[in-house]
C-alpha cells in the first residue's frame, strides 16, 4: 500500500516555472515506476511523464518535452515534477501515480495508486 501527496502548484503566468513533489508513505518506495498525469475541466485525464525505479529512465509526452523534467529522490520517498516555460493549455490538476510493476507506463488504467491531485492554473 503506498499513499501519495502532491503539493506545488498554485497560480503563475505564462512562461514561468512550479515544482510538484509527491511525497510517498511506505519504505518500499523505491520499487514502484512513477507517472505524472493531468486532466483538465472537461477532459479526459492525460499522461504526462513517467520515470523508472531508479530514476534512470524517462519518458514525457510531446506537448511537454523539453519544458519538463521528471525525477525522483528514493531516499526522500519523493518525485518531482520540474515544469518551465508554462503554457495557459497546462492548467489542469496534476495527480501523481505509483505503478505495482517492473516498467513504468503511459497509461492511467496500469497504475494502482494515486494522490488527490494539486492544482496549476497558467495565466495568459
Known amino acids: 500500500q503506498v499513499q501519495l501527496v502532491e503539493s506545488g502548484g498554485g497560480l503563475v503566468q505564462a512562461g514561468g516555472s512550479l515544482r510538484l513533489s509527491c511525497a510517498a508513505s511506505g519504505r518500499t518506495f523505491s520499487s514502484y515506476p512513477m507517472g505524472w498525469f493531468r486532466q483538465a475541466p472537461g477532459k479526459e485525464r492525460e499522461f504526462v511523464a513517467a520515470i523508472s525505479r531508479s530514476g534512470e529512465g524517462t519518458f514525457y509526452t510531446g506537448s511537454v518535452k523539453g519544458r519538463f523534467t521528471i525525477s525522483r529522490d528514493n531516499a526522500k520517498n519523493t518525485v518531482y515534477l520540474q515544469m518551465n516555460s508554462l503554457k495557459p493549455e497546462d492548467t489542469a490538476v496534476y495527480y501523481c501515480?505509483?505503478?505495482?510493476?517492473?516498467?513504468?507506463?503511459?497509461?492511467?488504467?496500469?497504475?494502482?495508486?494515486w494522490g488527490q491531485g494539486t492544482q496549476v492554473t497558467v495565466s495568459s
Open positions: 501515480a505509483a505503478r505495482s510493476g517492473s516498467y513504468y507506463s503511459i497509461n492511467s488504467a496500469d497504475y494502482d495508486y
